[in-house]
């Protein structure tokens, strides 16, 4: 089974504007989790989508939001973007809430 | 668990010695803990579990240790070898509040050749 697969790995953007991560969950996940990390503040959940529903959400302000598709496909959107949104978006997938599955991360260098 | 951000706490250990990284959890109602391993430029990668029901869990080469007394997890690695170098974070949550992991800071390992 491939793993879990994440666009771009790799991003540059400026304050102020905005962005929009995926992520693909292994064959047969309907849940997929995003987590930011960075060296200050580790690894932080963001939020939870399972079923094209978010069942459960960090503490992270409005700014950043998600989705997911029947497929089980996922975005994330960080609008109004801030010099410490730099970090490493992390997605990770699991059949239901069990084991998660993570991918190799987008790295979010904001300028 | 408590993050300690760039200044990882660092175990070097001698390839082919055991190696034992401990982790204080924060929330004695969780009931599932995740040990994860990551390797730069990678996401993290699973290694072992274990839920509250159990103190002990093996797998291969590696044994995750739980102790709910004092909310402490640790993980076992027999005959580290240098691939084993990495960070390692433990990861706690509840069963009822789906897939939200809590992560520790991480403890860097460094296996000497």
């Known amino acids: 089974k491939a793993g879990v697969t994440q666009t771009p790995r790799y991003l540059i953007k400026t304050r102020g504007q905005q962005v929009t991560l995926s992520c693909s969950p292994i064959?047969?996940?309907?849940?997929v989790s995003w987590y930011q990390q960075t060296p200050g503040q580790g690894l932080q959940f963001l939020f939870e989508?399972?079923?094209?529903?978010?069942?459960n959400k960090g503490n992270f302000p409005g700014r950043f939001s998600g989705r997911q598709f029947s497929n089980s496909r996922s975005e994330m959107n960080v609008s109004t973007l801030e010099l410490g949104d730099s970090a490493l978006y992390l997605c990770a997938s699991s059949q239901t809430a069990d084991t998660q599955y993570f991918g190799p991360g987008t790295r979010l260098t904001v300028l | 668990g408590e993050s300690v951000g760039l200044h990882l706490p660092t175990l070097s250990v001698q390839e082919g010695d055991n190696s034992i990284i401990n982790c204080a959890y924060s929330n004695s109602a969780s009931d599932y803990f995740i040990w994860y391993k990551q390797e730069s430029g990678k996401g993290p990668q699973f290694i072992i579990d274990?839920?509250?029901?159990?103190d002990k869990r093996q797998g291969q080469r590696v044994t995750v240790l739980l102790n709910k007394t004092v909310k402490h997890l640790s993980l076992q690695i027999a005959a580290t070898q240098p691939g084993d170098s990495a960070v390692y974070f433990c990861?706690?949550?509840?069963?009822?509040?789906?897939?939200?992991?809590?992560f520790g800071g991480g403890t860097r390992l460094m296996v000497k050749p």
């Open positions: 274990i839920r509250s029901n159990m």
């Open positions: 989508y399972f079923s094209e529903t978010q069942r």
């Open positions: 990861a706690e949550t509840l069963g009822n509040a789906g897939n939200m992991l809590t």
């Open positions: 064959s047969g996940h309907r849940s």
